[in-house]
């Protein structure tokens, strides 16, 4: 059985808690991987392929590149928390014995949380003309915002070939039920439950008083379309990274990916107890 070590090389504490369980798990005969880091001393190939499980040392940010790392594979994800929020993680060391959550993980003993995911089209072209396609996949959301160079920015949503709006504003926001409490929830979003399979799309800060959040049906497709009656340059993020960052972005279009992501936890109340921890601040014994 392969194990696979995704940590956050920026603390200490995740790359010696990941050293630590790669011995506990060598004694226990698993085999283990490290996914390779420009910042990691560790000289290791991101090579997922035969992996039985992946652990994600750190927060969520952590888990969203441990997530982009297995993509459509449906491969388990544990995520050990050592970050600031950990919403998306099962356990943190300050409350927990790591090894024990481990080994429940290991032998099955955990809850399957199946979280949908994105599959994103971008469609741009560059300075010289030249037309570029971009296909990626997103975890928690897909963000479309007003650029360094626009004060803001003027698209067309269209749902399944049913047009909503052109809106003017910051941008719009479609995300998973996962990502609900990420930007689109800061964008004025619900808290929508991880077992939700379509999209949520929370304009933001949009220029009319009229224009609210939706939820789609999971076999939906969302188009948003830049207007060429007010021309701008919008930034477009994928689970917070940036896309075609050489390109004018034309259109991106998301729809359901085809393979969700396998989440670790203790049970459906995981969602709500967190909900209640982060966003309420109730403290709550395992």
Known sequence: MKVFLVPNYYKNEAVESGLALELWLSRQGYEVA???????????????????L??????????????????????????????????????????TDILSVVSDALAGEMHVSRRATLAIDVFAHTDEGEEQTLDTFALNDLALT????????????TVSGHRIDRLRGDGVVVSTATGSTGYALS?????????????VCV??????????????????VVEIEMSRDRPSIPAVAVDGVFVAKDAVVD???????????????Y????????????????????
């Open 34 to 52: 490290w996914a390779a880091d420009q910042r990691s001393k560790i000289v290791s190939t991101p090579d997922i392929e035969g992996s039985d």
């Open 54 to 95: 992946v652990i994600s040392l750190g927060g969520d940010g952590t888990l969203l590149r441990a997530a982009r790392i297995v993509g459509y594979q449906e491969i388990p994800i544990l995520g050990l928390s050592y970050g600031h929020l950990g919403f998306l993680t099962a356990a943190s060391p300050d409350d």
């Open 146 to 157: 007003r650029g360094p160079l626009s004060d803001m920015v003027e698209f067309t949503i």
């Open 187 to 199: 964008a004025g979003g619900p808290i929508v439950s991880p077992d939700y399979t379509g999209m």
């Open 203 to 220: 304009p933001i800060a949009p220029h009319t008083i009229q224009a609210r959040a939706f939820l789609t049906s999971p076999s939906d």
């Open 251 to 265: 259109r991106v279009v998301a729809r359901r990916g085809p393979g969700d992501i396998l989440l670790l936890d």
């Open 267 to 286: 049970g459906p109340e995981s969602f709500y107890t967190s909900v209640s921890r982060v966003f309420y601040g109730v403290h709550h014994d395992r």
